[in-house]
C-alpha cells in the first residue's frame, strides 16, 4: 500500500510540474520586446481577448481573434511565420500559444502580463 502512495503521489507532482513548465517553442516575452518586433514583417500578432476587451483597448498591430474562436480560425494564420499572442493578463494567450503549438506553429511568443503590462 505505500508504494502505491508514492507512485501517486509522484505521478501527481509530475502532473503539476508539467502544468506550469513552458511548451517547447513557446517563449515568454515582455512588452518592450513586442514593442522591438512591431517593425518586422515576418511576425503575425494575435490578440486573444474578446471583441468587447479589444474594442476598450488594443494595439494597432494585433487582430483580435478571440481564444474561443482560435481553432476555427487557424487557417488565417502563416505557420512559417512568428507568431505573438496577447490578451489582458497572459493566460488566455498562454492557452493560446498552447494551441498553436499543438497544431503545428514553431515560434510563438506570449506577452507576459499582457495588455495589464502595456506602458
Do not use: A, L, Y
Given at each position: 500500500m505505500e508504494i502505491l502512495q508514492w507512485v501517486l503521489i509522484t505521478l501527481l507532482a509530475l502532473i503539476i510540474i508539467r502544468r506550469f513548465l513552458p511548451v517547447k517553442g513557446i517563449t515568454n516575452i515582455s512588452v518592450e520586446q513586442v514593442?522591438?518586433?512591431?517593425?518586422?514583417?515576418?511576425?503575425?500578432?494575435?490578440?486573444?481577448?474578446?471583441?468587447r476587451e479589444y474594442k476598450a483597448n488594443h494595439r494597432p498591430q494585433f487582430i483580435n481573434i478571440p481564444l474561443s474562436e482560435l481553432p476555427r480560425k487557424l487557417n488565417k494564420l502563416d505557420k512559417n511565420k512568428e507568431i505573438v499572442v496577447i490578451c489582458q493578463s497572459g493566460m488566455r494567450s498562454a492557452k493560446a500559444a498552447k494551441i498553436l503549438k499543438k497544431q503545428g506553429f514553431q515560434k510563438i511568443y506570449n506577452v507576459k502580463g499582457g495588455m495589464s503590462a502595456w506602458h
Open positions: 514593442k522591438e518586433k512591431f517593425s518586422d514583417k515576418g511576425v503575425q500578432f494575435i490578440d486573444v481577448r474578446t471583441p
